[in-house]
Nanobody, 123 residues
Framework: QLQLVESGGGLVQPGGSLRLSCAAS????????IAWFRQAPGKEREAVSC????????TFENPVKGRFTISRDNAKNMVYLDINALTPEDTAVYYC????????????????WGQGTQVTVSS
């Protein structure tokens, strides 16, 4: 059974950068689409970006285009989310999720989730 663990969150000043990591264990990531979601307090969980099993990627949220970059390293069983030019609006818990199908922005279609990592953007 695939298990996911996120790391890399923290407190960062506006304009700063972070690399979030999603470490997989229990199975290989190869056949899975892996997505990053985020959830801010009082808001719905929203899809940020996703990498297909093929390695292709897609970004779901316009505010993050050009600032967020998803990548995967199947050899290391890792997926990353590089975040640049952070703003307070990026403050949220960030989750990685997996599904054995194509990428989707609908969080209910993902059945494997990590526990999340908190990102707080504040001066």
């Amino acid at each position: 059974q695939l298990q996911l663990v996120e790391s890399g969150g923290g407190l960062v000043q506006p304009g700063g950068s972070l690399r979030l990591s999603c470490a997989a264990s229990g199975a290989t990531l190869d056949p899975y689409a892996i997505a990053w979601f985020r959830q801010a307090p009082g808001k719905e969980r929203e899809a940020v970006s996703c990498t297909f099993a093929s390695g292709a990627t897609t970004t779901f949220e316009n505010p993050v285009k050009g600032r967020f970059t998803i990548s995967r390293d199947n050899a290391k069983n890792m997926v990353y989310l590089d975040i640049n030019a952070l703003t307070p609006e990026d403050t949220a818990v960030y989750y990685c999720a997996a599904r054995s199908d194509i990428c989707s922005g609908r969080y209910r279609l993902y059945d494997l989730w990590g526990q999340g990592t908190q990102v707080t953007v504040s001066s």
